[in-house]
């Protein structure tokens, strides 16, 4: 049996509906009394607003959905600064220090422009999060799901190591750079990819498994999402493509008829392409998962939909 | 005519057409800027406009930073680079022209440094460890860089007359407020107190300020080490004769923003995220009193066939279990296409009752990715399109 994932990192091109999944995946992890956190990290109130609550701020860990298996996820929005505060608190004891480099500008002086520095506070307190249960401390998570930055930048943000590499080569930022490399690197962490079957957002996946391969963080599945399944099969698409079929739905008129044949050509050649990007997804030898476009739109309880096909695709390895 | 909508409380109000191209024919709009959030379609959406208006008689540069480097693909121009490369496959017969380039941060940042000092102190510039992560990694240097370099492409077409319109697609910026505050914030932090105070402690505006910075600057040495300090204050004195014109280039950037020669458009598709950013966008750039045009909305989904989805999966349940797969399959498409358009326009119908002065113009989902000059021309067309 593989081992348990406890942390779950999320990411996908703008648009790919990242933060969906990941809250769904949050939702699907969060069975039977289990206690999920879900943390995102680029200040959108995303997370907060696809459940329908205030917005997440500071460093508050709120309580965001029960899930119907009896599970509960939270939300924490994760700033860097605060991040900082925070590091320089626990490690120094330095929270009124804290302050006055708040007040100098110095924090945002050191996060915006220590390279690395930024995604390494990030990633630092996700490492917190996930640690609590190992160490056994309050407050602690059976899982942890990252909403991470999109995949265009996901290598760089989780390649902490290289971060700090010339920028510290030894003192507490590295160790923590090294630690938190550790986790990353462990078989209980996994990156999942989400991706819409076009070009551009497969492109991306591609690229982005290429640059995330060397640095030995291990990556789960490719979630498919927004998939319109089809019973038919490859010659039948074909045939509809073509647009020569003459439909005859009785009780349509023959322009009507006709309308839907054109419509449908174009569906069914937008399939025929979607299963080509299927095909180059499958290339890449990783686990994949489909999810169904939902016309209606995305709502909590479309959230919960979403998690039971991600609990039916992925191997979630619940306790 | 207040008194007219009144009288009919709940008809929709009509939502204004963006006309794109009475924007692209206005000779005084000499910059448009494409905002929105990632995998809208900003940089098809700058491209088509810049092919329209060049096909249109505009003398046309588009810059563009993204990273796909899609725009070249679909201008025909093999790699775009820092230099405006001549796109010689549209149309000239209206007299106009067609340049296309994708922003090289750290391309743009050098040639800051080399245009605005000695040979011996640029050298010294270029090659700081410091400066080398600044150029290429800092978060808001691609925004700024976007600033620099439509400030130089301006002050080009003025001078020459290279060019009488920019379109600018602007880099997908994680919230809304980056775009704009990306320019405020590199020059308050290159001249802002702590970097003045880590290079001149003495000066330090009053004693007790001081002792506490040497407190501070002991933990910023601890935590992110003596080296890094040493680079970065090796690298302040270098560039600080650097740091008033780059405040200057970026008010000026700023107050051409601002006039009535720029105008924004707020790219965005019909889905609840994206329509919540371009929100943002709309919200923001209307608090700042940016000229906005209007909001261009992508991948508008539409039918030709009137039939409801309740109809169409009626007709579909008559035929199952027989021979009619294809049919069933195509009332099926039709019926989920269907409920998509609504969700769609009950998505657009609030962000309108919201802001009802913001014009629009959609673009219908298309079938096939855009690729080429002719599917360009098509995204053109179809945002000029008042249906």
Known sequence: MTPQHTLHIVTGKGGTGKTTIAGALACALATSGRRVLVCEVEGRNGISELFGVAPLTGREERRISRTPAGGMVFGLSIDAEDALIEYLDTFYHLSIAGKALDRFGAIDFATSIAPGLRDVLLTGKVYEAVRRRIKNRPNSYDAVVLDAPPTGRIAQFLNVHAAVAGLAKVGPIRNQADSIMRLLRSATTAVHFVTLLEDMPVTETEEAVAALRPTQIRIGTVVENMVTPTPLNHDQLQTAATGSVALKVPGLTIKQNHALAVEFAIEAARTLQEQQRHDRLTALGLPLAQIALDPEGIDESAIFTIAEQLTDQMSLEAA | ?387
């Open chain 2, 1 to 387: 005519m207040t008194a007219a909508l009144e009288s009919q409380p709940h008809a929709a109000l009509p939502v204004p057409f963006l006309d794109v191209d009475k924007i692209i024919g206005d000779r005084e709009t000499k910059i448009i800027i494409c905002c929105g959030s990632g995998g809208v379609g900003k940089t098809t959406t700058s491209a088509a406009i810049a092919v329209r208006a060049a096909e249109a008689g505009r003398k046309v540069v588009v810059l563009t930073i993204d990273p796909a480097r899609r725009l070249a693909q679909s201008l025909g121009v093999g790699e775009l680079d820092n230099t405006p490369r001549p796109v010689t496959t549209i149309d000239t017969g209206a007299g106009g022209s067609l340049d296309a380039m994708m922003l090289d941060m750290k391309g743009t940042f050098d040639e800051v440094v080399m245009a605005h000092s000695t040979p011996e102190k640029a050298a010294a510039i270029l090659q700081n460890q410091f400066y080398v992560a600044l150029s290429s990694e800092f978060s808001g240097t691609q925004e700024y860089m976007a600033m620099e370099k439509l400030g130089q492409l301006h002050s080009e077409a003025e001078a020459h007359g290279t060019w009488d319109l920019i379109v600018v697609d602007t880099p997908p910026a994680r919230s809304a407020l980056d775009f704009l505050d990306a320019p405020e914030h590199l020059s308050s932090l290159l001249d802002g107190r702590f970097l003045r105070l880590l290079l001149h402690p003495a000066r330090g505006p009053m004693r007790f300020m001081t002792a506490g910075f040497s407190m501070i600057s002991a933990v910023m040495t601890k935590i992110l080490g003596a080296q890094i300090i040493r680079d970065v204050q090796t690298f302040v004195r270098a560039f600080e004769a650097l740091f008033g014109g780059f405040r200057q280039r970026a008010t000026a950037t700023f107050e051409l923003l601002s006039s009535r020669h720029s105008t924004f458009l707020v790219v965005a598709t019909p889905q609840h995220d994206a329509l919540r950013e371009a929100a943002y966008f709309v919200d923001r750039l209307t608090e700042e009193g940016m000229p906005l045009s209007g909001m261009v909305i992508n991948r508008v989904h539409t039918s030709a066939l009137a039939i409801s989805p309740e109809r169409a999966l009626s007709l579909a349940e008559d035929l199952a279990g027989g021979s009619a797969v294809l049919e069933v399959e195509a009332l099926h498409r039709h019926a989920n296409l269907m409920r998509v358009m609504q969700t769609e326009s009950r998505m657009m119908d609030r962000f309108a009752s919201a802001r009802p002065t913001v014009a629009q113009t959609q673009v219908q989902s298309l079938p096939t990715d855009v690729t080429d000059l002719a599917a360009l021309r098509r995204v053109g067309a179809l945002l000029s399109d008042k249906d």
